[in-house]
């Protein structure tokens, strides 16, 4: 069977390590037919945005797309692309699994979490108003002056059914996973109505697992602490919008940075696979950024396509070259350049 797949290069290092993960993908022997579509910086100045009709219209044909990053310029009008293309596909889940490689320097050992993230509410909803706008104005007004004069305002949806959703997805995934525990984490204590709608709909989700999955709920606070002092007695993750973006790259920097840490967008039936870093503009061009986090994007990519062996082997095989430290990049304490450390993963896929 050929799968067909929306490669977005994205921008900065974005196109490099895309053009080499599209090889090693090819390399586990599974049949891929890409469709190029373009997101970011690049496309924006050919044709005046950086997230063309046809690029959504592509990933919504073939329902599953593998992107490089995409930079958003600070302080422009520019939306950023990674936002509205959860927005647009409805892509409510956001998956980043943090897990140890033999090799990578890191403070910790044996570091296995699954971070997801709710992906379409909370502060991220783009529902913000500048300060003296009239709506901030009247908000103030709503507030019964608790927000100072002259606020810019950013409002925080959190809704029963986007909680539900996610959370379910949460207990789906350690169901499948076969994952002993889903811990919830918010702020209720002080956002009783936001994350306390959080919790009270993430506790009754979870009595359709009980006797299989155990609940626990943890403050986002506490929960910081808790991983960097004990993350082994954490398994699954979840977490509204905002926490869990923070809390991402927490877990990444657990296992040792973003070069290794994976990522997927997924809605009910599209899915949009990247890695957690960011286009790491310096590098445009340079062959020097690891491609091991979108490779690893991959590897969640053939697993949900149903390519489960060919996944395995790619994991093993990345994680290999890791452990053999012979041909990584330099964030991994080596010299090989990006394609270097891709062609030393397709040598142990043959
Ligand atoms: P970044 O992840 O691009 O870089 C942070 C640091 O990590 C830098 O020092 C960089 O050199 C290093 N780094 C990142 N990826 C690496 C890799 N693969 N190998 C080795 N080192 C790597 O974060 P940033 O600088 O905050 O963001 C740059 C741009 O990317 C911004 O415009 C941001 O909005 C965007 N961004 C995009 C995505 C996405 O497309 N999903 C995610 C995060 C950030």
Redesign the pocket.
Known sequence: MVHKITLIP?D??GPE?SEVTAKVVEATGVKIEWEIAHAGVDIMQKEGTPLPQSTLDSIRKNKIAL?G?????IGTGFR?V?VAIRKELDLYSCLRPCRTYKGVKSKYENIDLVVVRENTEDLYAGVEYPENSPQALEIIKLSENKIRENSAISIKPISAFGTQRIVRYAFEYALKHGRRKVTAVSKANIMKCTDGLFYKTARETAKDYEGKIEYEEKLIDNMCMQLVQKPELYDVIVLPNLYGDIMSDLCAGLVGG??VAPGANLGEDIAVF??????????KGLNK???A?LILSARLMLEHIGETGAAFRLEKAVADVIAEKKSV???LGGTAGTKEMARAIIDKLK
Do not use: F, R
């Open positions: 994205g900065g290092t390590i992107k990053p995409v930079t958003t310029p950023s990674n973003l070069g990247e890695a957690v870093h960011g286009s790491a503009p310096k590098y950024v690891n491609p986090a990049t330099y964030d």
